[in-house]
């Protein structure tokens, strides 16, 4: 069936902007049957179902719309007192003097760039394979052209559990900068990570995060996404989970004029774990959706989804979650909340939250609210000698508390609340 105009058209303009990718061996294969797909799709439109919310049009554009720069100095860096191994990108472009030495204890790290020309290596089993069973039953076609066009990423292969993070961290420099990344990580039996990420990347960011959690492995995922106020960023984690295998994922966004991103979770093993949660903060042109889809395939499996936005000056945020029960999942637990803070009434929240359940014996709920601060909490604060301001913010706090509580490091939990601190601190509130 041929595509609609608008999509073909928004495709091939899309297409033209993009240097051709030479390459050979695995990967070669790899971009062609994404290509494939992304012909098959086509580019969003608006009047799409899973983009009514959000306008894909500065994503499919040619080029990158400029994103000035932001002097974030008056902070350390996130992540600053950890030992990790850091993997430094300057506009999607891998930096090895900024690089830590990629040689890590129970990890071996590659540059995709590197090593995509070989003719056989473990990450073909993993590098658009996840993508690729992520498109049903919704088309993700923004992952499609990643896997298709990414010129570079990391493949990380863990055997046991790392001696330290591993920790990306994304430089923005060029102001019209249109990066696309791609990350592989494959996790071995009894193996253990935590993926640290950090930045604003570039002008327009694309990446792509698969993840094979296997048998009794844990995956720890934590990301940061940079605060210049006029980035774009679309980015999807797929994730696949064996039996009695966790994963857990925490993104805070602060800024930015467009982030989109997305996660695809399946529970294939029994008694599998996979928990998400995000904290978004916005001040006027920000518009941040989060679209999750998870799916419990096997017995005894939990999920949590736990999001929550808070909202000022005509800021949007966006939540599309959905949890799927397939037949036989018996006695899954799914839980999905989301929430926004709207403080003020020019800003807005749009929510879409659903379950498809083919199992009879599950525990699933979710929920979604949407409102303003607590008057009388805010009366009670002011009444015992806080200033107005101090109040609300400890009020906003408390409101993030459930998904920070989703980060299983206190030390890092603990830091992100005091970001949050300083950017309630820098861009105030009304009243």
């Not at 000035?68 to 860096?77: G, L, M, N, Q």
């Not at 379950?355 to 805010?378: M, N, P, R």
Request: charge should be negative; aromatic fraction near 6%; glycine fraction near 8%.
């Amino acid at each position: 069936m041929a595509l609609p105009k608008a999509k073909e058209d928004a495709l091939q303009a899309r297409l033209a902007g993009l240097p051709a990718l030479s390459g050979k061996g695995w990967l070669a294969a790899a971009r062609g049957e994404a290509l494939a797909r992304l012909d098959a799709m086509g580019l969003p439109v608006r009047r799409d179902e899973y983009w009514r919310y959000t306008d894909p049009a500065s994503l499919n554009a040619p080029e990158a719309p400029v994103a000035h720069r932001f002097d974030a100095s008056d902070e350390a860096p996130p992540f600053d007192g950890m030992d990790r191994l850091k993997v430094v990108f300057v506009d999607g472009v891998f930096d090895p003097k900024a690089s830590d030495d990629l040689t890590l204890a129970g990890v071996t790290i590659e540059r995709l760039a590197e090593a995509g020309s070989k003719d056989i290596h473990w990450a073909q089993g993993t590098y658009g394979i996840l993508e690729a069973r992520g498109q049903t039953p919704v088309a993700r076609p923004f992952a499609a052209l990643n896997t298709a066009h990414a010129t570079d990423g990391v493949l990380i292969h863990v055997t046991a559990r790392a001696a330290k993070p591993v920790s990306l961290i994304y430089v923005h420099q060029s102001e019209t900068s249109d990066a696309i990344l791609h990350h592989c990580v494959k996790l071995d039996p009894g193996a253990e990570l935590t993926l640290l990420e950090n930045g604003p990347a570039a002008a327009r960011f694309s990446k792509v995060l698969e993840v094979e959690v296997a048998d009794g492995a844990r995956f720890h995922h934590i990301r940061l996404q940079g605060r210049d106020h006029e980035r774009r960023a679309v980015t999807h984690v797929f994730a696949r989970l064996g039996t009695r295998s966790e994963m857990r994922s925490f993104t805070l966004t602060a800024n930015g004029r467009l982030t989109r991103n997305e996660a695809v979770v399946e529970l294939t093993g029994t008694e599998g774990r996979a928990h998400l949660a995000g904290a978004a903060v916005g001040d006027g042109e920000f518009h941040h959706d989060d679209t999750v889809f998870i799916t419990h395939a096997a017995e005894a499996c939990e999920s949590r989804q736990v999001f929550k936005k808070v909202l000022m000056n005509g800021a949007t945020g966006v939540f599309q979650g959905k949890i799927l029960v397939k037949p036989g999942a018996q006695k899954t637990d799914g839980y999905q909340i989301s929430q926004s803070l709207l403080l003020d009434e020019d800003s807005q929240f749009l929510a879409k939250p659903e379950l498809e359940i083919y199992a009879d014996d599950v525990k699933c709920s979710h929920g979604s609210t949407s409102g303003a601060i607590d008057e009388t909490a805010l009366f009670y604060l002011q009444s015992r000698g806080l200033p107005r301001r101090t109040a609300q913010a400890l009020l906003v706090l408390a409101f993030l508390a459930e998904a920070i509580q989703e980060i299983a490091d206190e030390d890092i939990a603990e830091d992100i609340r005091a970001r949050l601190e300083r950017w309630l601190a820098r861009h105030g509130t009304k009243g």
